[in-house]
């Protein structure tokens, strides 16, 4: 099975749905602000925790038991769900009609499964894409020397300069587009070597200044991280809507640090990036890196119109950022304190596996046939389906258990954690070993085979392999 006793189809599912619950939770927030307070528009910090909100819970819902010492929101079985029965309910279905309804959900659920598959093989392969033609385009660049006639004697000696000062290699290329940094081991500015002829002197510092600061903030390193986690979490519609919020504001922020006490050269700088930015637009392939300036007509006037007039400053407060991270904190400790699990609540509260049956014989009961009995004897119609009390993986499935004649028919599950569930005397199997049954799942039909007065399930549960008492942990009706 694909995620055998690591992670259940239910768990991936839960992750999706959690997933989508928080993107639209975030997306009604950050929209009530933007319209509230548009100067919020620029603030970098602000998209960036809005981005690990929306990307993240799907990533952690996929880790079974991430965090065990939260209480976590338990809300049962998907199978459960999807049937729109309660156990008690479907136990008393026939077999046919509970192996049709498992096998549908099934069906369901890893249908889901193949499609998230190939839209992250797709995503991936694009992105992979995208930084090939980055490294091609890198690979075409050619370094600042004195030996390129293009390049003027002050324009080389500043550029020198900088890539000194900045500890960037500076390099020039023939293609038209924005400039851009691309960061890993080493930091890398590929600059058109046209826009040395198109803007001044001023003009060409202070885009350099730019791109320094994407260096000094780390953009190019979270802007990549940003486009794999947009991979990981295609499916979510509100993550690229975040994305595009968290590029501008990355490119705002830069653009405030530029100015910060040259408010005199804002018309200037305004002059260079509307120039590059219109010339850019054309070029249509994406950058995954810190040159993600928007090609819509509508994100150009808005990112010359902040910088002529920033709207950023009033976040710049210690309070702001402090009221950033105090909420930000608040909210991370309730998203993750209601993060669904499925485990917490399946090892600790399983269901009876035949609701309709009568207990014959208690645990801990001595009699005739048990100095000891290490189970729950449930007494029913030869036939009666039984379930799964919890979801777990089948490693027992067999006529004839080694060393146990008298259980007859039996099936063993592993449910993680410690915990096993054994069922005997069975007269048809219905799962396999190596299976992996969801809680409520149909698994074999009550029978007398091995050493039995009569049809019954005999049931125990094993923890760290020592039987305990099963009424602990299910009510059984008496």
Request: charge should be positive.
């Amino acid at each position: 099975m694909i995620f055998s006793s690591l992670l259940s189809i239910q768990e991936f599912l839960l992750a999706v749905i959690y997933s989508l619950s928080i993107g639209g939770c975030v997306f009604a927030i950050c929209s009530i602000f933007e319209k509230t307070n548009s100067p919020i528009l620029a603030w970098r910090e602000f998209w960036l925790v809005a981005s690990g909100f929306v990307m993240l819970p799907f990533m952690i819902g996929l880790i079974p038991n991430p965090l065990q010492h939260w209480s976590q929101f338990n809300i049962g079985s998907l199978s459960g769900v999807f049937e729109t029965a309660s156990s008690q309910i479907s136990i008393q279905k026939p077999a046919e009609v509970l192996e049709k309804q498992q096998i549908n959900f099934s069906t369901f659920a890893y249908s889901l499964l193949v499609i998230y598959l190939i839209g992250l093989a797709i995503n991936l392969i694009r992105f992979a894409q995208r930084l090939v033609c980055l490294s091609r385009i890198i690979k075409r660049s050619t370094p600042v020397s004195p030996a390129i006639q293009s390049i003027a004697p002050n324009d080389y000696r500043y550029l020198i300069r900088v890539a000194r000062i900045c500890k960037m290699d500076i390099l020039l290329t023939e293609q038209y587009r924005s400039p851009f940094i691309i960061q890993g081991f080493s930091t890398k500015l590929v600059f058109p070597a046209s826009l040395l002829h198109e803007l001044s002197a001023e003009q060409i510092r202070l885009v350099i200044r730019h791109e320094w600061k994407h260096k000094q903030n780390g953009d190019g390193l979270i802007q990549i991280l940003l486009q794999l986690l947009v991979c990981i979490n295609w499916f979510n519609p509100v993550c690229y809507w975040i994305v595009k919020r968290t590029n501008w504001a990355t490119e705002a922020n830069c653009d405030n640090q530029v100015l910060t006490g040259r408010q005199n050269l804002q018309r200037t700088y305004a002059l260079a990036m509307l120039q590059i930015l219109r010339r850019s637009a054309t070029n249509l392939s994406h950058q995954p890196v810190a040159a993600f300036s928007s090609q819509s007509h509508r994100s150009i006037t808005m990112r010359i119109k902040h910088i002529m007039n920033p709207s950023a400053k009033s976040f710049k407060s210690f309070f702001s950022r402090l009221g950033l991270i105090s909420g930000s904190s608040m909210l991370a400790i309730a998203a993750l304190s209601f993060q669904p699990s499925l485990q917490a609540e399946e090892n600790l509260n399983m269901v009876n596996p035949v609701n309709s049956a009568r207990v014959s014989s208690t645990y801990g009961m001595r009699n005739k046939f048990h100095r000891f009995h290490h189970g729950i004897d449930l007494a029913a119609k030869e036939g009666t389906p039984i379930v799964a009390a919890a979801s777990g993986e089948i490693i027992v499935s067999t006529e004839k258990l080694k060393g146990r004649k008298n259980y007859g028919t039996v099936i063993i599950i592993d449910h993680g954690h410690g915990y096993q569930t054994v069922y005997s005397h069975l007269s048809k199997i219905r799962a396999f070993e190596g299976d992996y049954v969801e809680k409520g799942q149909l698994i074999g039909l009550v029978g007398q085979t091995g050493r039995a007065t009569g049809p019954h399930l005999h049931l125990e549960i094993l923890k760290d392999n020592k039987p305990v008492d099963p009424a602990q942990y299910i009510n059984f009706k008496s």
